[in-house]
Structures are given as structure tokens and as C-alpha cells.
């Protein structure tokens, strides 16, 4: 079965520190891993998108790595900033598959404190 | 560009009555994407568009739940009779392209069936 499992659930941490969030995912063939940033009440906005060749890709102080071999995904965020807290969507899409075939993870929630 | 809107931004309607949401799509992207977002599912698919033609429904939990996109710049969404269980967000988001295209999100309706 296809599936996209997140770790932690949730997460606080001090303001300034780093961070790691986990996605580990079943889903195959494999096409792209995106990650989502979803503030509070509004919608998910990208973050980064890999495909299977892509081991590491950054977005300012986020940075997402891909191990294609083991299907896990990290999502690093640097120095972080009050405004990290959000909660962090992995979702993965099927190769050859259409548009709809995104497979979704339930996210993992950051609250950063001062 | 004001990216995707929605309305209502809330909705509170009574089991029964008939919901319908709405979703202007940003200009110039060929899909359109209808999402719901609970709790205990996430984030799920429900139906996507391309060039105003719906491609897949499959996600569409049962004929209550109908999608339309008349045109271009107009998609609605309508769940006719609503019960408890729809309670939800609902996103709609847009992209240019299918693939690795990004999806933009709108800012979600959020429904409470009494």
C-alpha cells in the first residue's frame, strides 16, 4: 500500500535552534518528493520538490535531502524563526501517474518558541 | 497576482442543506485542484481539472459531492445534502502544467455541518 508516514507528529522547539523532520514513504514507482509549509488557517505553500536523482535541495534555511535506496526524506530547518511554526506536509507522487497521484502525509506540527 | 481565491472563507450550515464553494483559479494555469483537510485524514484529493475537463474524481467520497469548472477562471464545489462528517477544510489550488509542477494553494473554506 502506498503510504507517506511523518515524524515527530509535533515538535517545539527554542527559537534559533535547528531542527530535522523525518518522512519515511512506501510509495512506488516513484516519481517526486515535495515538502509543504501550512501556517495556521491557510493553505499548504511548496517549499521544495525532488525527483529521484536529487539528494539535496534548498529553499533559504530549509533544506530537504532524498535517499531514493532506503525511500526517506529529511526536511532541516537552520536558526529557526518564530515564524517556522507551522505544521510541515511530506507528500509523494507516483511516477506515471496523473496529477491526482499524490500520496499525502499527515504533517508534522513546529511550534518554535521564544 | 492575487493568487487563488475562495469563498466563503467559513461556513456554518445545518445537516441537510445544500453547501457550494467556490474557487477562482490564478490566471493563466491549465489545473485545478479540489482538496479537503481533517484532522484524522490530512490532506486528501478529491477531483482535479485540466483545461476545465475533470480528469480524475475518484476522490470524491459519494454522489453528494459534485465539481464543476465552467470556465477558465471559475470552479465550484457543491455537497448536496451536507452532513456532520463533511465538516472540513476544503482548498482548491492551481498549476501550471501537470508533473512537477507547483500547485498554488488557496486559502481554504472552512465548513462546519451542525
Redesign the interface.
Known sequence: KNQVEQSPQSLIILEGKNCTLQCNYTVSPFS?LRWYKQDT??????LT?M?FSENTKSNGRYTATLDADTKQSSLHITASQLSDSASY?C?V?LYGG???N?I????TKLSVKP | DAG?IQSPRHEVTEMGQEVTLRCKPISGHD?L?WYRQTMM?????LI?F?NNVP??D??MPEDRFSAKMPNASFSTLKIQPSEPRDSAVY?C?S?LG???E???????TRLLVL
Do not use: C
Open positions: 517526486n488557517g491557510r493553505g499548504p505553500v511548496s520538490i525527483t506536509i507528500v507522487s496523473s496529477q491526482g499524490l499525502f502525509g499527515k504533517g | 487563488v489545473y485542484f485524514r490530512g490532506l486528501e484529493l482535479y485540466n480528469i480524475d475518484s476522490g482548498f489550488a498549476s501537470g508533473g512537477r507547483t500547485q498554488y494553494f488557496g486559502p481554504g
